[in-house]
């Protein structure tokens, strides 16, 4: 499980390292790499989505248990 998490953030870093590729580079004009950009942005947020909506099934299904902070007693 923990592979599918590290792959869908390293999914989710390089959507967004794209996105600031394609923002700085310069394009044929601004049409030009408006599209692009926001298409990776898009990718980006879905990828983000996904991972939470596997993590939250993940956690329904009994896969992955939530271990919190350990408490001290007071």
């Not at 996105?19 to 298409?39: E, H, I, Q, W």
Request: charge should be positive.
């Amino acid at each position: 499980m923990k592979f599918v998490f590290l792959i869908a953030f390293i999914g989710i870093l390089g959507a967004l390292g794209a996105a600031g590729v394609f923002m700085l580079r310069k394009g044929r004009g601004d049409a030009r790499r408006s599209p692009n950009m926001a298409r990776a942005l898009a990718l980006r947020v879905a990828l983000s989505v996904a991972l939470f909506l596997i993590i939250l099934l993940s956690w329904k299904l009994g896969w992955i248990q939530p271990t919190g902070l350990p408490v001290r007693p007071a």
